[in-house]
């Protein structure tokens, strides 16, 4: 996947584990933990993402994004 | 093969406990999204209890079954703990004596975190496995009160930490450990282990937590995983579905818990539907996980307090096999399994666990409140100071009448205490 796909990837788990966020216009510099996404979500919505892109690679490698530009550009690196 | 594992096992939930949905709210916490973290109750020290006396009260009841003979034949008591009272002298010393166990005992500590407890089991274990001493039995407790006040200033350590107060407890489980597995028949060579170096959570300066809820999280999701690979690779024709009616987890909450299992069962057991992984979530999570709710994270303990939840809560008319999952921050964690029969949930029963959390004193915003402003708190390396035991009167009263340990004082840094009936 290029970038922009792992973003709205990234946007399609987070809608997932937080429907309420639906009708939400995601921006990169958007962060989850400003959309509502406790610790658990994070964590369930990186997890989702790494298996989307089948990252066999330890989730903390992936650990330190700021926000969701941030995240899809680690994981389009590692993968 | 040697029998052996766990002969008997004791909680002990605190004598005091908050409603932590009360505290989220007071706290101003985003409570939308709280009840998924799935807390309930968590249990508060009072100023006259310590890690000493969380490890005696929950060990007593064991050994008040016991005959001094087969009292005396407890030859090593490890103390498993974040929470140490001494950089030297450890809390063995002072439960081998309230205790009044045999002289001729090994007593030490460990630490590793919320491992600390498996890694004090684990050698117990393979001490009654090395037959060095036939017939010897062995106690194992871990004892942890939190101290949530976090580490202030810094950048990353500070983050994010709002669940730790609600979710921090504080609590003891004791393990008596021999070649009469009653409650837990450990299966001999089936660990898995996984350690690495991470900065997630820890306890850098006496009476304080610092840590990253995000780093902490993922570090133990990849635990949980490659633990258990490894313990796949050791025991032949696991199945994470079929093998293992219960599961019992190490619980810093149980929202955390659910999405390790949500995680285990997509990846590990290639279940993806959601509504089935909620099932399987309820049938073999779940019983783990009601004293977990009830007490909070317990950290050394915590995994033996979801051990001695499924037991006491789950079906043994036939004898199930459990996986318990153990993670100690920094980190080390391990998978490991027993098995479990009716006669080890009649034994279990007896002590009352459940019993013992409904007649805990339920503290008010304001006597929590109280506790936290410190006139209560003992910091790490006070000299000399005598405990009121007032501060909340009717935790005091609520006590009355009770078998339990109680720190009286601190004189020249030696404690003191006392039972309280």
Known sequence: MNKEEIFKMIVQHTCEVIPELEDHTFKSGDQLKELGANSVDRAEIISLAMESLSLQIPMVEVFGAKNLDELATLLYENQ | MTNVGIEAMNVFGGSAYLDVMQLAKHRKLDTARFENLLMKEKAVALPH?????????????????????????????????????????????????????????RLFEIKQACYSGTAGFQ??????????????????????????????????????????????????????????????????????????????????????????????????LDCCEQAYSEYSKRVTGVDYQQTFQYLSFHTPFGGMVKGAHRTMMRKVAKVVAPAQIEVDFRQRVVPGLTYCQRVGNIMGGTVFMSLA???????????????????????????????????????????????????????????????????????????????????IPGAWVASAGKQQLYLKEIREFHRKYEWIA
């Open chain 2, 123 to 220: 050698m117990a274990i393979n001490f009654i496995l090395a037959q060095a001493s036939p017939g010897a039995k062995a106690l194992v407790v871990a004892t942890d009160i939190s101290r949530f006040m976090v580490v202030e200033g810094g950048e990353a350590m500070t983050e994010d930490w709002s669940f730790a107060e609600p979710s921090g407890g504080a609590g003891a489980v004791a393990i008596l450990i021999s070649n009469q597995p009653h409650v837990f028949r450990v299966d001999v060579g089936a660990n898995g282990y996984y350690g690495f170096e991470v900065m997630d959570t820890c306890r850098p300066v006496p009476d304080s937590e610092a840590g990253d809820a995000d780093l902490s999280l993922m570090s133990y």
């Open chain 2, 309 to 391: 939840s499924t037991i006491d809560h789950g079906d043994f008319e036939e004898p199930k096999r459990i996986g318990c999952f153990s993670y100690g921050s920094g980190c080390c964690s391990e998978f490991y399994s027993g098995v479990v029969s009716k006669d080890s949930q009649v034994r279990q029963h007896q002590l009352g666990l459940q019993k013992n959390l409904d007649e805990r004193y339920h503290l008010s915003m304001n006597e929590y409140e109280t506790l936290l402003a410190g006139s209560g708190t003992i910091r790490f390396g006070t000299r000399n100071v005598k405990l009121d035991t007032q501060l």
């Open chain 2, 49 to 105: 209890e310590d890690p000493v006396t969380f490890a005696v009260n929950a060990a007593k009841p064991l050994l008040d079954r016991l005959s001094q003979a087969e009292k005396d034949r407890i030859e090593l008591l490890i103390t498993c703990t974040e929470s140490g009272i001494d950089f030297g002298k450890s809390i063995s010393t002072y439960v081998h004596h309230y205790l009044g166990l045999n002289r001729n005992c």
